[in-house]
């Protein structure tokens, strides 16, 4: 039988974007040859350098290839010699539109007591994922200025759902649910007693949750689900939220998992090619020195791997991960725990070294 193959787009962007992406390939590789699947990577040079160099963002022919491909892994957008916006609409915001990647999946889990910067909170208490909406909303770029630069100047921006995004989305949280088979609970986010509009959130996560008889329904104002977030984070199993609040709410989850150097996400659309990357940023002023984290985009790697039908693999990565933070010899989660590639020849070592079948959890 010819073995699975996979065919990856790598962008690894800007800032520390191309070091960390290079520890990711490094576990790709270390995952392929353990767990028996074939990778063609196929990289892209996109990003503000690229852009600065030639005026180009990213080709619509370059979009097109990557429709064929079964993933794409991407670094970090953001470069403060370009206005602010440009370079990471013009190809995050790009991919989930064009790409239709109507679910952000944000995991938030502690792996190590240690790491959380709350009081008593151990791994058994963090251990949630956010839906988070992604092609709707404030980031549909509905926006304008009137009288720019005057006295008199308006500025407006849109939040637009729709009945079908807002469905397919929820759908995929409430199956979500029944999948970790955990709490068996989904929390609604949203703001619809001042943002009027979200009463479509309302409505369709009702309707559609009589579907899930077996789905316990849940619900928190943002600014509530923030506070529970920080004090009783073991109340949450999955959360499905509109686009912007899911943005903030999963900073503030990096946060009660360690940090942003763990923090990874799937832009998903079931089916169809998709995009992983770290939360994090590209974190310019690191660029270059080999200190960056590369954890996340490890995570990152993992949930690709995971979404590509490699579960064993992806379950031996987090496991890699897991045992060297609890142990320690990875010491924290920030830039300069250790230098990068060390990090990730720690993880590769860990995983090579793994029983084939890590035992789920
Ligand atoms: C994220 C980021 C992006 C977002 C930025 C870079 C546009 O914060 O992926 O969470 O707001 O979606
Ligand atoms: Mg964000």
Same mark, same amino acid.
């Given at each position: ?28 590789? !270390? ?122 100047? #308006?500025?407006?921006?849109?939040? #637009? ?33 001042? #943002? ?53 709410? !999963? ?111």
């Amino acid at each position: 039988m010819e073995p699975r193959n996979h065919r990856i787009a790598v962008l690894a962007g800007d800032g520390i974007g191309e070091e960390v992406v290079r520890e990711g390939l490094k576990i790709l590789r !270390t995952a392929a040859s353990r767990f028996g699947f074939r990778t063609t990577l196929k990289e892209y040079p996109y990003g503000t350098d690229h852009f600065l160099k030639t005026g180009e963002i990213l080709p619509d022919a370059a979009l097109a290839e990557m429709r064929g491909m079964s993933a794409i892994l991407l670094g970090a957008i953001g470069d403060p010699r370009v206005e602010v916006g440009k370079i990471e609409f013009g190809i995050i915001a790009r991919l989930r539109f064009d790409l239709d990647l109507f679910v952000n999946l944000r995991p938030i889990r502690l792996y190590a007591e240690h790491l959380c910067p709350l009081k008593g909170k151990t791994p058994a208490d963090v251990d949630l994922v956010v839906v988070r909406e992604n092609t709707e909303d404030a980031y549909a770029g509905i926006h304008g200025f009137l009288h720019k630069g005057g006295p008199d100047e #308006v500025a407006i921006q849109e939040m #637009v759902y729709t009945r079908k995004g807002v469905e397919r989305v929820i759908r995929y949280a409430f199956e979500l649910a029944r999948k970790r088979n955990k709490k068996r609970k989904l929390t609604l986010i949203d703001k619809a007693n001042a #943002v009027r509009a979200q009463d479509l959130w309302t409505r369709v996560f009702e309707e559609v949750g009589r579907d899930f008889p077996d789905i316990e329904r849940d619900h928190a104002y943002v600014d509530a689900c923030c506070m529970w977030l920080v004090k009783n984070p073991e109340w949450f199993d999955v959360a499905v939220a509109p686009n912007l609040f899911g943005d903030i709410v !999963t900073d503030l989850g990096a946060m009660i998992q360690g940090g942003m150097g763990i923090a990874a996400s799937g832009n998903i659309h079931p089916g169809r090619v998709s995009m992983f990357e770290p939360i994090h940023g590209s974190a310019p002023k690191y660029r270059g020195q080999g200190k960056a984290n590369p954890l996340a985009t490890i995570n990152a790697v993992g949930m690709m791997l995971e979404f590509l039908g490699e579960g064993d693999a992806a379950r031996a990565i987090e496991g890699a991960i897991e045992r060297l933070l609890v142990g320690k010899r990875i010491p924290h989660l920030g830039a300069g725990a250790l230098p990068t590639s060390e990090i990730g020849d720690l993880v590769a070592a860990e995983i090579a070294g793994a029983p084939a079948a890590a035992a789920p959890r």
